[in-house]
T-cell receptor, first 112, second 109 residues
Framework: DAGVIQSPRHEVTEMGQEVTLRCKPI?????LFWYRQTMMRGLELLIY????????DSGMPEDRFSAKMPNASFSTLKIQPSEPRDSAVYFC??????????FGDGTRLSIL | TQLLEQSPQFLSIQEGENLTVYCNSS?????LQWYRQEPGEGPVLLVT?????EVKKLKRLTFQFGDARKDSSLHITAAQPGDTGLYLC?????????FGGGTRLMVKP
């Protein structure tokens, strides 16, 4: 079975540009999570969807970040405008009711 | 905010040694999960413990959930180079997880 699929795997862009990260959760999973991982702050939850509806976005750093889940098989995390401090590895994870979260391999984002 | 503290943050040992990693919180969690993450990959679930005092074994790895469900430990017996990685504990509340800062383990041959 395919796991959580994230794209792109790597993104390098200049400050001020718009960045869009994509995630395809595991089929049948009804919860989707976006995380950010840095050496300084570890793994932080940004936003959590359940049945395509945002439930908790308290971890979204500021208005420059937005996330959507238009259907059960696709989600995006957008940063506009991007800043160097947004550089991190961004993970998407999905789960069913068992709460065991399955992670993608992440997008390594570098903002110059 | 529920916080999970892991110790030690870094651990470098020789192959064959035993080690224990700790995960502590002042909050009670309904479940506690341990993940292992390797470079360039996402965390992978190792185990979930849900009952206070519960002990689970996964080959050379032994996981324990504290009686009060506020802390957990991971013990590795006879560590091998393949155990190298970042070990993360995560406390469950509803559908959400709070992750600890991780323990970065290196096992040298």
């Amino acid at each position: 079975d395919a796991g959580v699929i994230q794209s792109p795997r790597h993104e390098v862009t200049e400050m001020g540009q718009e960045v869009t990260l994509r995630c395809k959760p595991i089929s049948g999973h009804n919860s989707l999570f976006w995380y950010r991982q840095t050496m300084m702050r570890g793994l932080e939850l940004l936003i959590y969807f359940n049945n395509n509806v945002p439930i908790d976005d308290s971890g979204m750093p500021e208005d420059r970040f937005s996330a959507k889940m238009p259907n059960a098989s696709f989600s995006t995390l957008k940063i506009q405008p991007s800043e160097p401090r947004d550089s991190a590895v961004y993970f998407c994870a999905s789960s069913r009711r068992t709460r065991a979260q399955h992670f993608g391999d992440g997008t390594r984002l570098s903002i110059l | 905010t529920q916080l999970l503290e892991q110790s030690p943050q870094f651990l470098s040992i020789q192959e064959g040694e035993n080690l224990t990693v700790y995960c502590n919180s002042s909050s009670v969690f309904s479940s506690l999960q341990w993940y292992r993450q390797e470079p360039g990959e996402g965390p992978v679930l190792l185990v979930t413990v849900v009952t206070g005092g519960e002990v689970k074994k996964l080959k050379r790895l032994t996981f324990q959930f504290g009686d009060a469900r506020k802390d957990s430990s991971l013990h590795i017996t006879a560590a091998q180079p393949g155990d190298t990685g970042l070990y993360l504990c995560a406390g469950g509340a509803g559908n959400m997880l709070t992750f600890g800062g991780g323990t970065r383990l290196m096992v040298k041959p």
